[in-house]
């Protein structure tokens, strides 16, 4: 099989599902300085909660979308493998993320980290919703 023939067996994003994942993209950015700079986070106790799992959804249906559906060929394996891929970085994602905070809590003033419930319950949040786009990159459209 030829590259040009392989090329177009690949699963392409439609133009609905590219403009759903930017504007989940923008959204969360958005909500994640809103968050900080009008203080949300001490404001609504369950604010952290959803963003953490609403900024994970959004970056794993992206990477999903863009990364790795052009590279799964539409009948095989994308299911199970677009899965495990997708929830591993998805959750690889919000490790790195309390590490961040956790470096923050040295370097800037405040409490950045709440404490150990607040770290798990974050990544609780990071894995039930990089878990979400187990199907995504191939259904929208």
């Given at each position: 099989m030829n590259s040009h023939?392989?090329?177009?067996?690949?699963?392409?994003?439609?133009?609905?599902?590219r403009a759903l994942a930017w504007a989940l993209a923008a959204l969360t950015?958005?909500?994640?300085?809103?968050?900080?700079?009008?203080?949300?986070?001490?404001r609504f106790w369950w604010f952290d909660r959803v963003l953490h799992g609403g900024t994970i959804l959004a970056i794993?249906?992206?990477?999903g979308l863009f990364v790795l559906a052009?590279?799964?060929?539409?009948?095989?394996?994308?299911?199970?493998?677009?899965?495990f891929l997708l929830a591993s970085v998805g959750i690889a994602l919000g490790a790195l993320w309390e590490v961040a905070e956790w470096g923050a809590d040295f370097?800037?003033?405040?409490?950045?980290?709440?404490?150990?419930?607040?770290?798990?319950?974050d990544l609780i949040m990071d894995t039930a919703e990089?878990?979400?786009?187990?199907?995504?990159p191939t259904n929208v459209g």
């Open positions: 023939h392989a090329a177009e067996h690949v699963l392409k994003p439609a133009a609905r599902g950015l958005l909500a994640n300085v809103a968050g900080y700079a009008l203080d949300l986070y001490q794993t249906f992206w990477l052009p590279r799964l060929h539409p009948r095989k394996g994308r299911g199970l493998v677009a899965t370097v800037l003033t405040g409490n950045v980290i709440k404490g150990k419930n607040d770290t798990i319950l990089s878990s979400e786009c187990e199907h995504q």
